[in-house]
């Protein structure tokens, strides 16, 4: 992902899919979601805290990407996946405030933070000690509840810088702001997180 | 040019490699960094722990994305195409109707504007009167042109 850094204004331009070139496409196309889809996949569920969810809205991004923005320059793709998955991000919690307020006022229970079992969503381990996943996963856990804790544009920013190693303009892209703003969010962002979990990190 | 940062890797009793800084020798941006750093190795780490069943669907749903790309690129080499088509239709339909011979109705031969000539002229009236003899008359000069060539 970090090979992605560099310049992401993203150019009017299109290139004509002829041929083999729709072949090579393809091809490059796949390699990408190959390498991006994992990431993305816990990047939308630490957002939705759903994996079905999270899963659907990678699906849906991929889809977009491979319908709208394919003929781009493939060094634009990461951010503009990014962006169409933040995109999914947003209506997705749009659409459960609104279903949230019709279960209040019908009286019904809204799904809430406390239906969220990580133990219940905790990935099959694959050949590591017990101990050392519990203790990754703890800690990620503190992290997420601390990240949840941000306001999205902070938690957005935070993501994309680090998770995704994407730099400040490939952030900007994903956002959909300027620089100013990422560098704004993520500062902030990273400065409450250190302060929520200083005592557990430092 | 900067110092490298001075710290060591240590394992835990789990197996954790954990790096260990002297934090009074860390500023602000560095401990940023260092924060940075953790946060990313803690989410590598998750992503690595994806279960089978995930990484199953995941396929599933890019192999989804190439099948839309696939539809996507057949209908992008069409479009590319039908511009030229279509040009190429409208010269073929701008040709047929300068020169092509049905378009403007039944031919008529030369004798024909001859013909018309006639019908226009002063005793046309006369000859719409006498048109039954003069359609027997045709085919008579007909035969007989023919006899004689």
């Known amino acids: ?202 | 040019m900067k110092e490298p940062r001075k710290y060591t890797h240590d394992q835990d009793e789990t197996g954790l490699t954990k790096p260990e800084f002297d934090k009074t020798e860390l500023n602000e941006p560095e401990l940023d960094e260092r924060f940075a750093g953790q946060a990313k190795e803690l989410f590598d780490d998750s992503v690595e722990r994806l279960d089978a069943a995930t990484l199953s669907r995941l396929n599933k749903g890019r192999h989804q994305a190439l099948v839309e790309l696939q539809k996507t690129g057949l209908a992008g080499q069409w479009a590319l195409w039908m511009p030229a088509t279509g040009i190429a239709a409208a010269a073929l339909v701008a040709v047929v109707i300068l020169q092509g011979p049905g378009i403007e109705g039944p031919s008529l031969p030369a004798e024909s504007v001859t013909d018309f000539e006639i019908l226009l002229g002063e005793d046309s009236l006369e000859m719409l009167e006498e048109l039954e003899f003069y359609s027997w008359i045709d085919p008579q000069d007909f035969e007989t042109d023919n006899n004689v060539g």
């Open chain 1, 1 to 202: 992902m970090n090979a992605c850094a560099g310049v992401y204004a993203v150019s009017c331009s299109r290139e004509q899919p002829t041929g083999t070139k729709t072949l090579q496409r393809e091809r490059q196309l796949n390699q990408f979601l190959a390498e991006v889809e994992r990431r993305a996949l816990r990047f939308a569920e630490i957002a939705v805290r759903d994996r079905d969810e999270a899963l659907d809205l990678v699906q849906d991004a991929m889809i977009k990407l491979a319908r709208k923005y394919v003929d781009k320059p493939t060094h634009e793709w990461a951010p503009l996946f990014y962006r169409i998955l933040q995109n999914g991000v947003r209506d997705w919690h749009r659409r459960q405030l609104v279903r949230n307020r019709v279960m209040v006022w019908f009286g019904g229970v809204a799904g809430g933070d406390d239906d969220y079992d990580v133990v219940a969503q905790a990935p099959d381990p694959a050949g590591r000690t017990p101990e050392r996943d519990l203790q990754s996963h703890e800690a990620m856990r503190g992290l997420e509840a601390a990240m949840h804790k941000l306001p999205p544009r902070q938690r957005e920013a935070f993501m994309l810088r680090t998770f995704e190693g994407l730099d400040v303009a490939g952030t900007a892209t994903a956002m959909g702001c300027s620089q100013g703003s990422v560098k704004t969010h993520y500062f902030r962002a990273i400065h409450s997180l250190r302060e929520q979990l200083g005592e557990h990190w430092q």
